[in-house]
């Protein structure tokens, strides 16, 4: 039987890294971030697709996915951990040509001692307070390792989604003035939201990961994902009958409901609810009822003929739509993607 089908557009994943290319100079070099599995779709095939469009660079959040991630592209491009040299993780850095961006002077120590000669980078907190170093942990750090020689120095933005936020200022301020302490051969300040700022943000190489995707904040995006959950059974409900948990919803009018294969289970979040709908190709057919784990309730009368599957990620129904639906953000529905999806990639 034909299970729910998540199609993966790895064309439209390569236009996006290189639209998101063009919007920096030709000196900048644009990474790629597919840490969490490349955000739900796949690290393996996104991966080699983002490496043949050009990408060089990769960024991942721990040591494990880019063992994952080497094992899938090869030998050539490199790898950045942003979780930095983690205990434990020693020998997958050996092993896999991993290169971390170290966090914390302990960090530093432990990388220097540990892997003499072996390249690295540094992260500095400039204002988020989420990862780095900030400003009097750099200074010792360069005082007690005058030769310090990182490949790459970054930091990240808490607000380049808001493009007037003061704080993208601040923190740019502060990069600079922190980066300007030592020589590295690359710095990176920006993800999806800092390209968009402008020329100022862009460093020597940035850091895409939503936009790649499809997701905002780069509204000029392809949509990459297509779900189709398969419609199990129909049923006549009469007026007053109500439909799933909580009998929250009640036929107004002699309806057709359809019950198909997915639910909160498969990172549908429960708390779309009602707010969302699917769709048989251009036609809207609410969500009824609860979403249940496995399940969800669509009211199909208005359709002439119900489809074997209906469509709840669609270039209409985008990520950011159904995240909005559900109260949150396009990331935390790509990354919920359930694992009982069929995957089918496509170029
Ligand atoms: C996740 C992440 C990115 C990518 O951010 P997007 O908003 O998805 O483009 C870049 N840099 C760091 C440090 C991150 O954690």
Redesign the pocket.
């Known amino acids: 039987m034909p299970g729910a089908l998540l199609t993966i557009d790895l064309g439209a994943v390569a236009a996006n890294w290189r639209a998101l290319d063009a919007k920096s100079a030709n000196t900048v070099e644009t990474g790629a971030?597919i840490?969490a599995n490349a955000?739900g779709l796949g690290v393996g095939p996104v991966g080699r697709a983002l490496q043949k469009a050009g990408a060089k660079t990769f960024?991942v959040?721990l040591a494990a996915e880019g063992v994952v991630l080497r094992q899938a592209i090869g030998p050539t491009a490199r790898i950045f951990v942003?979780s930095g040299y983690m205990q434990g993780d020693e020998s997958a850095f050996d092993e896999f040509d991993l290169t971390p961006l170290l966090n914390s002077a302990d960090q530093v120590v432990r990388y220097l001692t540990h892997r003499h000669g072996a390249e690295y980078g540094l992260?500095l907190d400039s204002g988020m307070n989420r990862?780095g170093m900030e400003s009097p942990e750099l200074v010792s750090v360069i005082e007690h390792f005058p030769a310090i020689d990182p490949v790459l120095t970054?930091s990240?933005l808490a607000c380049?989604?808001e493009p007037e936020h003061p704080q993208n200022l601040d923190q740019l301020t502060a990069f600079n003035e922190m980066a300007a302490t030592l020589t590295s051969q690359q710095s990176s300040l920006?993800?999806?939201?800092g390209i968009l700022l402008g020329a100022d943000y862009h460093m020597d190489i940035t850091?895409?990961?939503?936009?790649?995707?499809g997701?905002e904040p780069f509204m000029d995006a392809r949509p990459v994902v297509t779900l189709s959950l398969p419609v199990i059974q129909t049923r006549p409900v009469a007026v007053g009958e109500s439909v799933g948990y909580g009998a929250t919803w009640v036929a107004p009018r002699p309806s057709t409901i359809a019950t198909v294969a997915g639910g909160y289970a498969d990172g549908l979040i429960r708390a779309m609810g009602s707010n969302a709908s699917l769709y048989a190709g251009d036609t809207r057919c609410p969500i009824v009822g609860r979403v249940s784990m496995d399940l969800i309730t669509v009211d199909v009368t208005d359709l002439a003929q119900v489809p074997a599957s209906l469509d709840i990620l669609n270039t209409t129904q985008t990520v950011d739509v159904l995240a909005d639906a559900a109260g949150t953000i396009g990331?935390e529905i790509l990354t919920s993607l359930g694992n009982r999806y069929q995957r089918v990639y496509k170029d």
């Open positions: 971030v840490k955000y960024f959040a942003f992260q990862l970054m990240h380049a989604d920006s993800a999806t939201g850091r895409p990961g939503i936009g790649l995707y997701g990331y």
